[in-house]
């Protein structure tokens, strides 16, 4: 669909240059797939002692939250681009300006980091995956962070809402990391054939964020739990299928598990509901998402982790 448009070729970015590139039929509620990217050149060479230098990444749901966290902390950490993938434009364009005026800041440094947004539904990334897998091309790093969440007892909840939860909290995480698979797989023919005696490269990685209502039970989430549920199956599958199916290439697959973390998925919980639940977690407050990009960035630059499953509730899960 999208393909027959074509790609653009990409020019030489310059400083604080935009470029605008069309990619399919800007028809949103279909997929739609345009990019926008800017790069920052740096006064000075950014920090050698970063841990992910030199990576690249891409971020669903990177406009808000934890993705949003975890794309900056990356960014931080030296990662030297960032796609983010959300459903709308306006927030997209402000999460990359918050981005870009964040790294400016750090350290007086400032980092050399490309920063593409991606406008599309990860709920319906099968309408829009040869676009997903062209932008996964050089991509190291794969954060499903994207997600939705309802309260409501089942018997109340519509077939529709069913779907639309489990196609964006699950699907859309089973088909970017089909896509970031196959981009993997051409980008290794590629590299084969323009350096055959290629030294190793870092592995790759995905991290999936997943909840603690994947082990919980609670009232109200049957098919959001479900679906969180769903992603360690992803993870875990992924991780014995990639080493069994990629041979040179290496892709880890890990999750993260957090409890009550303060973003606007739960912002509308009444005085009421906050204090209960505050009550019952044993550190007696909700995470912050930064808490959470900790945790992502150590799951992407330990080569060691693997089917790493890390909760981050304050406890929670031991009540
Ligand atoms: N906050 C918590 O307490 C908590 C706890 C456990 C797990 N989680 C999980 O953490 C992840 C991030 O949530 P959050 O708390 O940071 O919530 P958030 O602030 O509401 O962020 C959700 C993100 O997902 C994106 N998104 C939603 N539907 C999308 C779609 N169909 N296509 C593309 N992007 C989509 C949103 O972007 P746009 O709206 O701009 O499209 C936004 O960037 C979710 O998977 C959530 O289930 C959160």
Not at 20 to 25: D, F, K
Not at 177 to 190: C, E, Q
Request: aromatic residues 4%.
């Amino acid at each position: 669909m999208a393909s027959a448009l074509g790609m653009r070729t990409r020019p030489n970015l310059s400083s604080h240059v935009l470029w605008h590139a069309v990619t399919g039929p800007f028809t949103p509620k279909a997929g739609c797939f345009r990019l926008l990217s800017s790069t920052q050149s740096g006064e000075g060479e950014g920090r050698n002692s970063a841990s992910l230098q030199g990576r690249t990444c891409m971020v669903t749901g990177g406009t808000s939250g934890i993705g949003y966290a975890i794309a900056k902390k990356f960014v931080q950490e030296g990662t030297s681009k960032v796609t983010l993938i959300g459903r709308s434009e306006e927030r997209l364009e402000t999460a990359a300006a918050q981005l870009r005026a964040s790294t400016a800041k750090s350290n007086g440094i400032t980092p050399e980091v490309e920063i593409v947004i991606q406008i599309g539904d990860i709920g319906k990334a099968g309408e829009w995956l040869r676009n997903l897998e062209k932008a996964m091309t050089d991509t190291d790093i794969l954060v499903n962070a994207a997600g939705i969440s309802h309260s409501k007892i089942l018997p109340k909840t519509e077939p529709d809402e069913v779907s639309q939860i489990l196609q964006t909290n699950l699907e859309g995480a089973i088909l970017t990391s089909r896509a970031f698979m196959r981009a993997a797989i051409r980008g290794r023919v590629r590299s084969r054939s323009e350096s055959p005696k290629s030294s190793s490269k870092p592995s790759k990685c995905i991290i999936n964020i997943s909840s603690l209502l994947a082990l919980k039970g609670g009232v109200g989430a049957v098919p959001y739990a479900a679906s969180k549920a769903g992603l360690l199956g992803l993870t875990r599958s992924l991780a014995t299928e990639a080493a069994a199916s990629m041979r040179d290439v290496i892709i880890r697959s890990n999750a993260i598990v957090p409890g009550y973390i303060e973003t606007p998925m739960i912002s509308d919980f009444s005085d009421g509901e906050v204090a209960r639940l505050k009550d019952s977690i044993p550190l007696h407050r909700f995470g912050r998402p930064e808490e959470v990009a900790d945790a992502a960035v150590f799951l992407a630059q330990n080569e060691y982790a693997n089917n790493c499953v890390l909760n981050l509730d304050g406890g929670l899960s031991a009540v």
